[in-house]
């Protein structure tokens, strides 16, 4: 199982930013995708989750009305679109998979939103 998150960067408070992670090594069609956040000194955070193949994502209330989780199954693909970011959605983000009860991670990309 590889997980390759790209799209991270630097932007200031009200823009937006589109994560990507790149899967492979398993069937990503048939497993519920999730976006994580992490903040130095604070417990990884659920962001998103999508389902498998009717592209419905769930948020946390954070998020909500602000990110939309969305994957492409013939790209292995999954995304994380984020607009009118806060200072306090900065983090390190993580794409994840869980098969058979493991998690798989990838190595995060960072996102800072500061003015």
């Known amino acids: 199982v590889q997980l390759v998150e790209s799209g991270g960067g630097l932007v200031q408070p009200g823009e937006s930013l589109t994560l990507s992670c790149a899967a492979s090594?398993?069937?990503?069609?048939?497993?519920?995708m999730r976006w994580y956040r992490r903040v130095p000194g604070k417990e990884r955070e659920l962001v998103a989750a999508?389902?498998?193949?009717?592209?419905?994502?769930s948020y946390a209330d954070s998020v909500k009305g602000r990110f939309t989780i969305s994957r492409d199954n013939e790209k292995n693909m999954l995304y994380l679109q984020m607009n009118s970011l806060k200072p306090e959605d900065t983090a390190v983000y993580y794409c994840?998979?869980?098969?058979?009860?493991?998690?798989?991670w990838g190595q995060g990309t960072q996102v800072t939103v500061s003015s």
């Open positions: 994840n998979v869980q098969i058979y009860g493991d998690d798989y």
């Open positions: 999508v389902t498998r193949t009717t592209n419905r994502g």
């Open positions: 090594g398993f069937s990503f069609s048939g497993y519920v």
